[in-house]
Structure formats: C-alpha cells, structure tokens
C-alpha cells in the first residue's frame, strides 16, 4: 500500500520524530502500510498500537520483484494508516528468513491476529500470498518468508 500518502504530512511526522528522538538519522525511512487494503491497514495498525502485534512477514520473493530492501535491525520504518496516514514509527530488531512451513509458533502468536494460532496464521497468509502478492510465483508451501520482529518507537494520535 505504498504512495498513499501525502509528501508533507510523512516529513511532518518524520521532523517530529527526529525532533523527539534525537538519535535518529536525518535521512526519512520508508512510509508504507500493513496489509492489501485500507481496513486490514488500520486493522493491523491497532494490534501493533495496542502491543499485541510485534512481529510481521513478508514474502521474499515479493520482496525480489519489487526491489524493496530486505528488513535489517535497526531499519526504521514509518507506518500508515489507511488513509495514508503516519501514525507509528517502528525499528526492526530482528529478521529470520525461513520456508512458509517453518514459522513458528512464536512468531505466529506476535503476529497477533485472529486466535494468534500457527494454524490460523498459515491459513491468513498463505490467502493473503495468493490474492495480492507482487510475484508471479505467488504462494508456494515452501516460499522464503521474510519473519521480522519491531519495537514501537513513537506514535501518532490522529487528530
């Protein structure tokens, strides 16, 4: 859900964060929002506001086709609402790049969503994988998953 924001209103948010935190580069990272569309953006928004959501995946071989970097620790990454609104600043803390039938639990459960069950979870992204992903290959059950945990470092109320 890249580009639906206005240029301004990220700058905004990313000087006050700066302005804030002042260990922070000068240079903006990335603003983009969780999921498809703009009720699973703000749906997943709240999970990661409320703490219950502090991990995320991703699929490598989107990550491939679009050319958007691989999260690292310490990427910071802006998140929107969705309306395309900054309402989070996140840093990634870890990544792990295993095959979709060996996420774990662990991370199934900080994903947070629906009963927090690996069951569940595989069910959810292995839909999501094959309705929106940006590759051609799609799913596959043993597509490189991209596992990313991130700590909240500043949030937005929206006004």
């Not at 580069?25 to 928004?45: I, K, S, V, Y």
């Not at 060996?102 to 839909?127: K, N, P």
């Not at 051609?136 to 596992?147: A, H, L, Q, T, Y």
């Amino acid at each position: 859900m890249n580009g639906m924001w206005e240029p301004e209103s990220v700058e905004e948010f990313w000087a006050r964060c700066r302005s804030d935190l002042d260990h922070l580069p000068e240079e903006m990272p990335e603003a983009w929002a969780f999921g498809a569309t703009r009720e699973h953006a703000d749906a997943l928004l709240e999970l990661v506001l409320d703490g219950v959501k502090t991990e995320t995946a991703a699929s490598l071989w989107d990550h491939e086709t679009t050319g958007e970097a691989v999260p690292e620790p310490g990427m910071l990454n802006i998140i929107l609402d969705g309306r395309g609104v900054p309402r989070a600043l996140l840093e990634t803390t870890e990544v792990q790049i295993v095959p979709f039938g060996e996420v774990s639990v662990e991370h199934a459960f900080t994903e947070g969503e629906g009963d927090r069950t690996l069951e569940y979870w595989r069910q959810v992204h292995e839909w999501f994988w094959r309705e929106y992903s940006e590759n051609p290959r799609g799913f596959e059950p043993d597509m490189p998953v991209v596992c990313e945990r991130f700590r909240l470092l500043r949030v937005e109320s929206v006004t």
